[in-house]
């Protein structure tokens, strides 16, 4: 369960012979099977997911199982974790329209967010996220219920006129405007919403595994110890950094969920 990374530089300093610093790759992203099955590999961030899944509904289910007017401290904070989705994001960017949507609005963000606390889970050391089929399973979700509701709510050839038309174009544009809106919302958006979510957490985990490796790289006895602490601290500082990035990364795809939703039920432009 640790990291391929961290694990090859534990036995390697600067000052031991023939032995180059370790640099973090795709290594730091790939796991040996924790068991298989056929041809099936369980990895790592495939039970990391499964207990971001269960953590966040067994936390909602326990939350407002038995309801009560007057909320006990669990209700409260699932109630506080709703209502932030409900009013932040479904009210302001959908409207009265969005009610209806947000216990998928608050699944997303909260599956989202928990996957990406991962990295700094003692154990556990890795967003979820940061594998790229994640962040496009969760695109393509996202995708399927803005395809849903715009030809539910425009009819067939409504909804692929709301896709890639727009009224008032002089007619020599309408081709290419038609081929740039149909690339942009149906091709467009599932891809720089999955990318966006991947890049962030990858890139950020790789920062962390990099000074981390390089603190315990120059760890010896001599000064290079003040070089160590250096990137030990600068380790603790991205760490410190990644924490926000989590939830900011988590409340954008809620955010641009919520915004691909409400362009579905809006009228015709």
Not at 29 to 54: H, R
Not at 109 to 117: E, G, L, T
Not at 122 to 140: E, M
Not at 145 to 166: A, E, I, R
């Amino acid at each position: 369960m640790s990291n391929p990374a961290i694990t090859l530089a534990e036995s390697c300093h600067i000052t031991d012979k023939g032995c180059g610093f370790p640099a973090p790759g795709l290594n730091s992203f790939n796991f040996k099977p924790i068991f298989s099955i056929g041809s099936f590999d369980f990895t790592k961030p495939m039970l990391l997911a499964i207990i971001c899944m269960l953590l966040v509904v067994g936390f909602f289910w326990a939350a407002f199982a038995k309801p009560k007017l007057v909320p006990g401290k669990l209700q409260l904070v699932g109630e506080i974790g709703y209502n932030f989705i409900s009013r932040g994001i479904a009210r302001e960017v959908i409207g009265k329209k969005g009610d209806k949507y947000v216990p998928f609005l608050t699944s997303l963000f909260f599956f989202v967010w928990i996957m990406n606390i991962m990295s700094i889970i003692p154990f556990a050391q890795f967003p979820v996220a940061s594998r790229f089929a994640y962040p496009v399973a969760l695109a393509l979700l996202v995708w399927i219920t803005y395809m849903y509701l715009t030809f539910k709510t425009h009819g067939f050839v409504g909804g692929w006129k709301h896709l890639t038309y727009m009224q008032g174009l002089p007619k020599f544009l309408v081709p290419l405007i038609v081929v740039l809106e149909f690339l942009q919302n149906v091709i467009t958006r599932p891809f720089t919403l999955a990318v966006r979510l991947w890049a962030n957490m990858f890139a950020g985990h790789m920062l962390i595994v990099m000074f981390s490796v390089g603190a315990w790289y120059l760890l010896s006895p001599s000064a290079l110890t003040i070089a160590s602490g250096g990137s030990f601290v600068l380790a603790i500082g991205m760490t410190a950094f990644e924490v926000l990035i989590q939830f900011l990364q988590a409340y954008i795809f809620t955010l641009l969920a919520s915004l691909y939703i409400s362009g579905a039920l809006e009228e015709g432009h």
